[in-house]
């Protein structure tokens, strides 16, 4: 059992990685499939009908235009983000698009609906369709949003996300085990597996990319004030709270890192709100979260240097693979203690891990991390990555950073182990009530007034 660090965090757009990026990928693959049959040219009309989770806070998270995106023949990964939003309402104007970039058809507003009471074998579910002249669909498919980007079409195996690698492992106990009969760390048993799926250059060619993305997104988020979109018109803090800092420290002459850190998270999230480039990680809900460390490590640690961010990144993966595997990394299925608890898990066991922590350590901080978002409810207010999400971020950033800390002051030894903390996160999350998780029918959701 195996994700690649380039499927768990894939480079996207905002503001939602099972709402925005999953959506956008399942159309891409419906008018793929469609070019591949030889029947695109065929289709006079499509239907996109989006259930559960999708159909309760799709418009927050901007599904419809994400899906006619898709159907445009965008990809997440390389598309303008400026391309998408606004998508559903352009092509419904014009009462047109062009599907898969080559062919017109016709396209109403209606031609997407939205059934949140309607639930399929997951939450996040939504079905494609494409007509000729006959009422009979020349095509027809449900597709379920996982969670982090990552797509199922119905039928398929539920487990072709993880690949086949020389040093697999089922939790996080074969993991340590991997690493004491083995003698190699966590990251080094993630560079093992990946360099059977790729050579050296590569990986490293790519780890640098994911950084920079998510290092650029940062800058962004800083340099960006105003407002974010949407009813709520919560105002952009990462830029003022920089320029703060920035004044603060010219006084008194001495570093405030652990006010940049929140500085860091705010901006990714912010810039994620809207709607531009981010790194899923693994979640755009969670976004900020691994970034914002991150950076932290390699702006106030000693001796940081690229060799230890891909160390970074490669122990987040490792760590990510167990939650994915064993639980959920989806807000719609497990509550926001599965995206950003996840997250604040991934980063505390790479800060760990690049601050000289062993195996058994940087264990010990992924499940501190964890332990503390037991029960944390996804509840955006009008249907928005916004309120709570993005202070959430900043909140759970340092959570990473002090659980990483306590971890190095032990040697490893605990009570609760991390694959103890996951079972329970994934029975927290069976027992968890739909309307907490990404309904916006609970919690805060129900109790802030959205304008």
Not at 111 to 137: C, F, G, K, Y
Not at 155 to 160: F, T, V
Not at 286 to 302: E, K, Q
Request: charged share 20%.
């Amino acid at each position: 059992m195996y994700v690649s660090v380039f499927d768990l965090f894939s480079i996207g757009i905002g503001p939602s990685s099972s709402h925005t990026v999953g959506p956008m990928r399942a159309a891409l693959d419906f008018v793929t499939r469609l070019r591949d049959e030889g029947t695109l040219e065929d289709v006079h009309r499509v239907g996109c009908t989006l259930y559960g989770s999708l159909g309760a806070t799709g418009l927050g998270h901007g599904t419809p235009d994400a899906v006619v995106a898709g159907l445009a023949g965008l990809e997440p990964t390389t598309c303008d983000p400026t391309q998408v939003t606004g998508a559903w309402d352009a092509s419904a104007g014009a009462r047109s698009l062009r599907l898969g970039g080559i062919h017109d058809i016709e396209f109403e507003h209606d031609d997407i609906s939205l059934e949140p009471r309607t639930r399929l074998q997951h939450p996040n579910a939504m079905t494609l369709a494409a007509w000729s002249e006959s009422p009979v669909p020349l095509m027809e498919h449900t597709y379920f949003s996982v969670g982090g980007g990552f797509i199922q079409r119905e039928g398929d195996d539920e487990n072709e996300a993880t690949v086949e690698v020389p040093l697999p492992y089922r939790n996080a106990a074969e993991l340590l085990q991997l690493c004491t009969d083995r003698g190699l760390s966590i990251a080094q048993i993630a560079r093992v597996n990946e360099e059977s799926l790729r050579d050296t250059d590569e990986v490293d060619a790519g780890l640098d990319r994911l950084w920079q993305v998510m290092d650029d997104c940062i800058t962004a988020g800083m340099s960006t004030g105003g407002t974010l979109p949407g009813p709520l018109k919560v105002a952009r803090r990462a830029h003022d709270l920089r320029e703060k800092l920035r004044h603060t420290e010219a006084e008194n002459g001495r570093s405030l890192p652990g006010e940049w850190l929140l500085a860091y998270a705010l901006a990714v999230n912010e810039e994620n709100a809207s709607g531009g480039r981010v790194v899923t990680a693994p979640t755009n809900g969670a976004a900020g979260i691994i970034p914002a460390v991150g950076r932290y490590y390699l702006t106030f640690i000693d001796g940081a240097d690229a060799e230890g961010m891909r160390t970074y990144l490669l122990t987040a993966t490792a760590i990510g693979t167990l939650f994915k595997a064993n639980a959920s990394i989806s807000g719609a299925v497990g509550g926001c203690q599965a995206e950003v608890g996840s997250a604040c898990a991934m980063a505390a066991g790479a800060l760990c891990a690049v601050l000289g922590g062993t195996p058994q350590q940087v264990e010990n901080a992924a499940e501190i991390a964890m332990e503390h978002h037991l029960g944390l409810t996804c509840d955006p207010v009008a249907g928005l990555v916004q309120v709570p999400c993005i202070e959430r971020n900043a909140v759970a950033s340092s959570t990473a950073v002090t659980a990483a800390r306590l971890s190095l002051n032990g040697d490893g030894t605990h009570v609760v182990s991390l694959d103890a903390v996951i079972e329970t996160m994934r029975q927290t999350g069976v027992d968890m009530s739909t309307k907490y998780k990404e309904t916006s029918e609970g919690g805060l959701a129900v109790n802030v007034i959205e304008c």
